[in-house]
């Protein structure tokens, strides 16, 4: 079989730093270089990198049986033990028994009768006018969501804060590449603190959801047989990998709406109401529009812009070797922004979503902005759920401006967002 071309970069970090800090632009370079598929050397260990749709139908789909999710996310598991997302086979399996239910169509009504009572309370303290940051208003509106479908608490309690506090402190540790010096000076050491006191806190909440009538998370996971620790494990995955994802892509998409006017119009005027009656499931159901300008900003700014798998044996791809033991890597960062996949591809047009053109639809797994294979995210449908009522609700009652002067350009602080976290001036309408 013939050898992949590409580069290993320095010892033991590799090109890890460069592709973690900007992942287009590594990508970019190494493809007019090398190709769709090279080798690379990554947190330590040999990789091939794939750059194409095909590619990422290999790695999620044909060989997902034959890859180690977890291997891909060794230096995270500390941290997040036997996550869903981190495990494979059997035990992947049986986890996912327990939660589908709780993540089933329908839950979906009953969740957003939640999701419409914690919009409204944070969107009752912006007043009548004033200047937001969207990153930050986005972060703390999704924290309340994540802990009342998740745990059943009330966000305005204390209990909340103290949370946020102990929540901020594992996230910055399992969002650092230095995951292996303990005690409190590094990130990674003051992570595993927060991490035993979200579990002894998380183990308090759940002996309280078992006997509660609430619809939660946790009480249908606890319902479904999923033993007290196994809830708790899943649970502070669950609100690691919703937090920052819908925060940033709800960011992204308000700042580019904003950018375009003629499209925030657009979405305006597709979730117009004639009353003031809260959101409705039925009502959300029909938002063609709203449903691509998810899937336009997924795709522009993936929320998981790096998929890693590690090789349980050795495989073959388009005649090049695979090895065992190695890591197997997608960058949909870069892939997403193929004008062969996508029609002016660095463009905001959620339009190519809908038909006729249904540019995914054209080349499969060249979109994965929720994944794919066994590994597709299981919380998409209440992460949509959570974007689109928070997007008409504001777009019904509020007028927004972008403030001159900011920097707008992408960043990766573990996850993309812009630099100067969108920065508004907003006015309540008067409708």
Aim: with cysteine; net charge neutral.
């Amino acid at each position: 079989m013939a050898q992949l071309p590409g580069r290993t970069g320095p010892p033991l970090i590799g090109e890890t730093l460069s592709l973690f800090t900007d992942p287009y632009g590594y990508s970019s370079r190494h493809f007019a270089r090398y190709g769709p598929t090279f080798k690379s050397n990554i947190l330590g260990k040999p990789a091939t990198i794939f750059l194409s749709a095909e590619g990422q139908r290999f790695v999620l789909a044909t060989a997902q049986k034959s890859l180690d999710t977890g291997a891909g996310y060794a230096i995270i598991h500390g941290l997040l033990g036997d996550a869903l997302t981190l495990t494979d086979g059997e035990v992947h399996a049986r986890l996912k028994s327990w939660m589908a239910p709780a993540f089933s169509a329908r839950t979906m009504p009953l969740y957003l009768e939640t999701i419409n009572q914690v919009i409204a309370r944070r969107l009752a303290t912006w007043g009548e006018r004033g200047e937001i940051v969207l990153q930050r208003e986005f972060a703390a509106t999704t924290f309340n969501l994540g802990i009342a479908l998740m745990l059943g608490l009330d966000p305005d309690e204390g209990e909340a804060a103290e949370l946020l506090h102990h929540w901020n402190t594992f996230a910055a540790g399992v969002n650092t590449l230095i995951h292996f010096i303990p005690g409190p000076i590094t990130k990674y050491g003051r992570a595993l603190a927060a991490r035993d006191w979200l579990t002894r806190r998380i183990s308090q909440i759940v002996a309280r959801q078992k006997t509660s009538d609430q619809t939660n998370i946790i009480h249908l996971l606890a319902e479904a047989g999923m033993p007290d620790a196994e809830i708790i494990t899943q649970i502070i995955f669950l609100i690691h990998a919703s937090y920052d994802t819908t925060t940033d892509t709800l960011t992204w998409a308000f700042v580019e709406l904003l950018r375009n006017p003629e499209l925030w119009e657009r979405v305006r005027a597709e979730v117009a109401a004639a009353t003031n009656a809260p959101i409705s499931f039925a009502d959300l159901g029909q938002k063609p529009f709203l449903d691509a300008i998810i899937k336009e900003t997924l795709r522009l700014y993936p929320q998981v812009h790096l998929f890693f798998r590690g090789a349980k044996e050795d495989l073959e791809y388009d005649g090049y070797a695979i090895p065992k033991g190695s890591i197997v890597g997608l960058v949909p960062a870069y892939t997403h922004r193929r004008a062969d996949y996508f029609a002016d591809p660095q463009r905001f047009d959620p339009d190519r979503f809908m038909a006729p053109r249904d540019e995914d639809k054209q080349t499969p797994y060249a979109w994965v902005g929720f994944g794919g294979g066994m590994h597709g995210c299981l919380g998409e449908m209440v992460a949509r759920l959570e974007f689109k009522a928070l997007t008409t609700a504001i777009l019904r009652h509020y007028d927004l401006k972008l403030t001159r002067d900011q920097d707008l350009s992408q960043v990766y602080q573990a996850l993309s967002r812009p630099k100067s976290g969108g920065r508004v001036t907003f006015q309540r309408r008067i409708v």
